[in-house]
Each structure stands twice: as C-alpha cells, then as structure tokens.
T-cell receptor
Framework: AQTVTQSQPEMSVQEAETVTLSCTYD???????LFWYKQPPSRQMILVIR??????QNATENRFSVNFQKAAKSFSLKISDSQLGDAAMYFC??????????????FGQGTILTVHP | DGGITQSPKYLFRKEGQNVTLSCEQN?????MYWYRQDPGQGLRLIYY???????QKGDIAEGYSVSREKKESFPLTVTSAQKNPTAFYLC???????????FGPGTRLTVL
C-alpha cells in the first residue's frame, strides 16, 4: 500500500526567510505524480505544486520549489521569501495509481507552518 | 469564473436525519471526489466518480451515498447510518480520474 509520511508536525520561519518541509512516500510505481497542498485557516485545500516522477527537473512555482529525489522517495517543499500568508497546514499527497481506489489521493499527516513577522 | 462550489458552508443535523451536501463544478471535469477531514488529520476518500452515472466507494463509504446524474454535480448524502458524521467535507474534481485534483471550499457538518 502506498504511504506518505511527513515527519515534521510543526515548523516555523521568519518572514522573508526560507523553510523546507519534508515528505517521504512509498510506492512500487515508476511513473506517478506528487503534490503539495496548502490548507489555510479557511480550510480550503489549495494546490501549491505538482511534480511528475518521469521529469528529472524539480518543479517550481514562483517562491515554491521542490527537491524530488526519486530513488530516495523523498519530496520536500521549499518556500523562499516566506510571507505571512504562507502560514497554513501543508499536506504532501500521492495519487493511487491502481487497484480499487485509482486516483485516490493519499495524504501525509500534515505540517503546520507558522510565519513570524 | 471556473471553479468548484459547495453548499452550504455550515450544516447542522439532528441525530437520525439524512442531509445532502452539494458539490457543483463548471470546469468540465469528468472525475469528482468526496473526502472527509477530521480535526488535525488528513483527508479520507468517501466516494469518487470517474464519469456521469458511475461512482465507486472509497475507504470510508459506510453511512454515505452519492449520485452522478450530471457531469457538473456530485451530491453527497450523509445518512442516519453514519455513526460519527461531524466533520469537514471536501469535494474535488479532476479532468480525468487520477489527474490533479482541485478542491471546493468545504462544508462543515455538525450533528446536534
């Protein structure tokens, strides 16, 4: 079964600094997607970034970038120039690629990010 | 504007009552999903639909039912058989099953 693990329940960062959130996953698939979602206090899940496993280049979206290490099954999120609006719960997610729940997102436990002014 | 809407934002239910949560999308997505989130936890899949008139159970389907009569709509009914329905419910959609999922704003259901 696919599992997703976020080992940091909470992280904090000073405004304008950089922070990295960790995620590891387990899969036997060779081609798949990985996602980071952000859940602010409003509780809506917002897509932050997507990585396709067959692409060796790490995905980047403005201040957000990933460090994707396929062999190590590691998918960390780096937030540069942190802003107060980045404060949220961040979830790493992996879509199931086979079986009875194809397409189901398996989420990690989440990391609460606090941004200090 | 394209997007996913959920209504109501807050819903209160008395024990023994069925309630229906609405989810509508105008993104022309084929696949739709319902997730449940309990405090401090990630999301768990209730039901999903690959295409109109088709839907499948997820990990925690007991006590829930769905329909998919229109591409744009995927309502979720929480029945009286659901023993602990108080939770936050999120609807999502994707172009096709397995592709990137986009979420609605959610419905907070409380059983009184």
């Amino acid at each position: 079964a696919q599992t997703v693990t976020q080992s940091q329940p909470e992280m904090s960062v000073q405004e304008a600094e950089t922070v990295t959130l960790s995620c590891t996953y387990d899969t036997s698939e060779s081609d798949y997607y990985l996602f980071w979602y952000k859940q602010p206090p409003s509780r809506q899940m917002i897509l932050v970034i997507r990585q396709e496993a067959y692409k060796q280049q790490n995905a980047t979206e403005n201040r957000f970038s990933v460090n994707f290490q396929k062999a190590a099954k590691s998918f960390s999120l780096k937030i540069s120039d942190s802003q107060l609006g980045d404060a949220a719960m961040y979830f790493c997610a992996y879509p199931q690629s086979g079986g009875t729940s194809y397409g189901k997102l398996t989420f990690g436990q989440g990391t609460i990010l606090t941004v200090h002014p | 504007d394209g997007g996913i809407t959920q209504s109501p934002k807050y819903l209160f239910r008395k024990e023994g009552q069925n309630v229906t949560l609405s989810c509508e999308q105008n993104l022309n997505h084929d696949a739709m999903y319902w997730y449940r989130q309990d405090p401090g936890q990630g999301l768990r899949l209730i039901y999903y639909s690959q295409i109109v008139n088709d839907f499948q159970k997820g990990d925690i389907a007991e006590g829930y039912s769905v329909s998919r009569e229109k591409k744009e709509s995927f309502p979720l009914t929480v029945t009286s058989a659901q023993k602990n329905p108080t939770a936050f419910y999120l609807c999502a959609s994707s172009i096709v099953l397995g592709d990137t999922q986009y979420f609605g704003p959610g419905t907070r259901l409380t059983v009184l």
